[in-house]
């Protein structure tokens, strides 16, 4: 690569200046190369991150050195007042659409028919990206100009915005480059570029984009390039719109390769079917591999694989007749917003449902879709009336993602919370600092009741099998049930009187039940369903504690010694137990026969502390004598009354009295409130026992 002519005279710029510039551009360039185009990066971010900014100091240096195509001129220029017209030498056309195998069967029949070709067409086949499409002007290798596709006939010369994305090259590699030649392609974001890229926005106030097409347009069509360079936008490349000094190869799937070859990046998923039930079975493959991509994509393009075959195919309007897109099903769809409900979940939390206009989506037909929360409600501003854009894809729960505020008409009104809930009638409240509403019915909460007893049979809780939402639902409604603590008590005649319920199969849930009474004490906390205790904290809980009865009465400044829990866990533990009707159905359930192995418990609790016999002395923090003994003993120690010779150490709190001047008498070492702690810690399941 050459050095922009200078103005100043070269000699007062050392030789070694000028070439080592030269050589960190090439070297930059070609690691954007295997970074981008490759997939294959050969050093580290940092490296390269080093080898740019000793160009950028050079640049800073020797000013008249910097050339328009240098690695570090991808950060925008000052905002320009429009952008120009540019009118496309060759009209960039749209795709005709298939959306099922014999639409898409028709499309080749209708082709080979014209082409009067009996045999199997070939196509290039490659997964239709959802962005904006833009084409690049290259002239003696360098890249001079880019552009919207606009109507198809004109569009916008967006080529200071262009130049700031680092997958599009700014220079062709090779020797061989064309004297001029027309790439085109789509620029889009990625999913997590552009989650990303809406958290930031959405600290600064701004606005979020609701697909990577808005984003990518979004941030093409900006008139500061400067903001631009900081979008996280990619390319990718699809044809060449024409070219000149260049033999192209026949193909369009060899055509690609070679514009790979030149430095751009092309589809890894690109495939040559050599038939159109190869095609379709590739639709079929890319479907399966949608949502594991890092982009969106909205279906897959086939090209008639032949370019001779293409031109004798020619064009129909708008469109080439020797290309088609098979679309999936819509991810996205614009449909009615009729009304807001509100969800009591089982922690009391008021989720807003959007009931819809019925609407197929993903494949799917869907009525309701969550709003997540008021505070996203407020902030996409959605209201009730509005043509929403509603998201479906894969198995996630469908969304309300924004509002159509062009569809808008007259004044519509904003979901408003409830103050009482829609299911106990108690009072709604926000807890300072918190998002969520929540209804202070706890147990008296119907719905609440009802998600308890549905996350207790749940398959990582007690994993009743049988024990559906539709079954506890009925059982509720009959009055059969109001805690789980009752489902213990079922009969064979009152689960035979249900609704669809056979005697077989309710003696299957008979025996479901009776099997999760032996569980895991982690399970069994789990099971509760403490607001914020998951499985891991359970997990932690169970070893920490090796029962359920010390959760009772536990301090909150000792639940937070143990991993995870902090002080709004400890809090959520506290308080649930703090509620009688809690312990109650603790008890109740261990009175019915709910149990863990004592083993599993304190079998999982490593005894790390096997061996060690403790004498505890004076009052402890945040603990009675007796907690820290049983604390001690699942871990495997001895706790004794007295010291003596064999005791391990004593372990004294506030005012131990004359245990302490025992123990210093006979050399027994002696562990402060702080060094308990620690040695619980350490001796938990992980921790070191260095005592
Ligand atoms: S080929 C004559 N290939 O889809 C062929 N287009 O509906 C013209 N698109 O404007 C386009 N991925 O923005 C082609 N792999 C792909 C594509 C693709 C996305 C977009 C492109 C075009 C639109 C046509």
Known sequence: MSIAKSTVPRSIIPKSTIAEIDQLRDELELHNYQYHVLDAPQITDQAYDRMFRRLQDLEQEFPQLVSPDSPTQRVGSAPASHFEPVVH????????????????????????????????????????????????????????????????????????????????????????????????????????????????????????????????????????????????????????????????????????????????????????????????????????????????????????????????????????????????????????????????????????????????????????????????????????????????????????????????????????????????????????????????????????RKEAIKHYASRKALDIEGLGDKLVEQLIEQGLIDSVADLYGLTLEQLSELDRMAEKSAQNLLDALDKSRATTLARFIYALGIREVGEATAEALAQYFADITPLFDVDVETLQRVEDVGPVVADNIRHFFDQRENRDIVERLMQQGVNWPQSDASGQQEQTLIGNTYVISGSLEGMSRDQAASLLKARGARVSGSVSAKTTALIAGESPGSKLAKAEALGVAIIDQAGFDRLLADSAPGGRNDI
């Not at 002007?137 to 080529?159: F, K, P, Q, W």
């Not at 103050?419 to 108690?426: A, D, I, R, Y």
């Not at 409240?429 to 719905?447: D, E, I, N």
């Open 89 to 448: 030498e060759v009209a960039m056309l749209s795709l005709a659409n298939a959306f099922d195998d014999n639409e898409m069967l028709d499309f080749d029949r209708k082709l080979r028919e014209r082409l009067e070709q009996d045999d199997d067409l070939v196509y290039c086949a490659e997964p239709k990206l959802d962005g904006l499409a833009v084409s690049l002007l290259y002239e003696a290798g360098e890249l001079v100009r880019a552009a919207t596709r606009g109507d198809g006939r004109s569009g916008e010369n967006i080529t200071a915005n262009v130049r700031t994305i680092k997958s599009i090259p700014l220079s062709l590699r090779g020797d061989a480059v064309p004297r001029r030649i027309e790439v085109r392609g789509e620029v889009y974001m990625e999913i997590e570029a552009l989650a990303k890229l809406n958290r930031a926005q959405l600290k600064a106030g701004a606005k979020v984009f609701a697909n990577p097409r808005n984003a990518a347009a979004g941030s093409l069509r900006l008139l500061d390039s400067r903001i631009t360079a900081s979008r996280p936008l990619t390319f990718c490349c699809y044809g060449i719109g024409q070219s000149d000094g260049v033999d192209l190869p026949p193909s369009q799937y060899e055509q690609m390769l070679y514009l790979r070859d030149i430095g751009f990046p092309t589809s890894r998923l690109m495939e040559q079917p050599g038939s159109i039930g190869d095609c379709v079975e590739y639709y079929q493959r890319i479907m399966a591999m949608r949502e594991q991509l890092a982009f969106d994509i909205d279906g897959v393009v086939f090209k008639l694989d032949e370019v001779a075959l293409q031109r004798e195919a020619g064009f129909v309007s708008r469109a080439p007749r020797w290309a088609i897109a098979y679309k999936f099903p819509a991810q996205e769809v614009m449909t009615r917003l009729l009304d807001v409900d509100f969800q009591v979940g089982r922690t009391g939390a008021l989720t807003p449902v959007a009931r819809l206009e019925p609407v197929a989506v993903g494949g799917v037909m869907v009525s309701n879709a969550t709003l997540h929360n008021m505070d996203e409600i407020e902030r996409k501003d959605v209201r009730i009336g509005d043509v929403v854009i509603l998201r479906r894809a894969g198995d996630v729960i469908p969304e309300v993602v924004a509002p159509v505020l062009q569809q808008r008409v007259g004044e519509l009104e904003l979901p408003k919370m409830p103050s009482n809930c829609p299911v106990c009638g108690s009072e709604v409240l926000q807890q300072s600092g918190q998002t969520a509403y929540r209804c202070v019915g706890g147990l008296f909460c119907a719905a609440q």
